[in-house]
């Protein structure tokens, strides 16, 4: 993960109840940085799970001087762009806000990771370049049931995090399958209708 909350190198090839540390030990980006991946005087951070090396800090177990605790301090401040990054991974993707069924297979849930961290990385690199939202957009929004996003600041970092997606889907249960069914049939009715609209 970079400054900018982007992931620079992701491995999925183990279960969760694999050791942080076991699982950097075999891994690509261990022998990469072996081999020299970082610039000189550049270091990566880790938390407690992982050991101090050339190419990785981590922080004081037991701070005894001053300087050890301030080091902690900033240390700390900077690996919060971390756990930023994953709770803007989880915001923009509620499929990865509860478990994935075990019936899509551990190839396509694999690739599926794969493919929303690399779009989490577009949106940071473009999000300067996104054309703002227009009335012709609210009405294709409105004709296809689609929800305004509004945005909201957060963690100074002013991401724009769609609060009216958020818990979406939680109370599917209680809508009645037939009337799934007509919602649907029903969408599905007017994106007949609008498709001229695309095609121009």
Not at 143 to 148: A, E, F, N, T, Y
Not at 156 to 180: T, Y
Request: glycine residues 6%; positive net charge.
């Amino acid at each position: 993960m970079d400054d900018k909350g982007r992931f620079i190198d992701i491995d999925i090839s183990h279960p969760g109840a694999s050791s942080d540390y076991l699982v950097f030990a075999v891994s690509n980006l261990k022998r990469r940085l072996e081999q020299g991946l970082l610039a000189s005087g550049k270091v990566i951070f880790g938390d407690n799970a992982y050991i101090n090396t050339q190419f990785m800090v981590t922080p004081f177990k037991n701070p005894t001087v001053l300087l050890q605790d301030n080091y902690n301090f900033y240390y700390s401040k900077l690996r919060i762009t971390v756990e930023c990054a994953f709770g803007m991974l989880v915001h923009r993707w509620s499929i990865l806000r509860r478990p994935l069924p075990a019936a899509m297979g551990i190839h396509k849930i694999t690739a599926m990771t794969v493919c929303l961290c690399k779009l989490h990385n577009f949106l940071i690199n473009q999000k300067e370049n996104i054309p703002p939202w227009t009335d012709r957009d609210a009405v294709h929004g409105m004709i296809r049931g689609s929800i305004p996003m509004e945005g909201q600041q957060e963690h100074n970092n002013e991401a724009d995090v769609p609060q009216q997606l958020l818990h979406g889907g939680e109370h599917f249960e209680f809508v009645s399958r037939g009337a799934l069914r007509r919602t649907r049939y029903a969408t599905a009715q007017m994106n007949n209708l609008c498709s001229f609209d695309i095609v121009q």
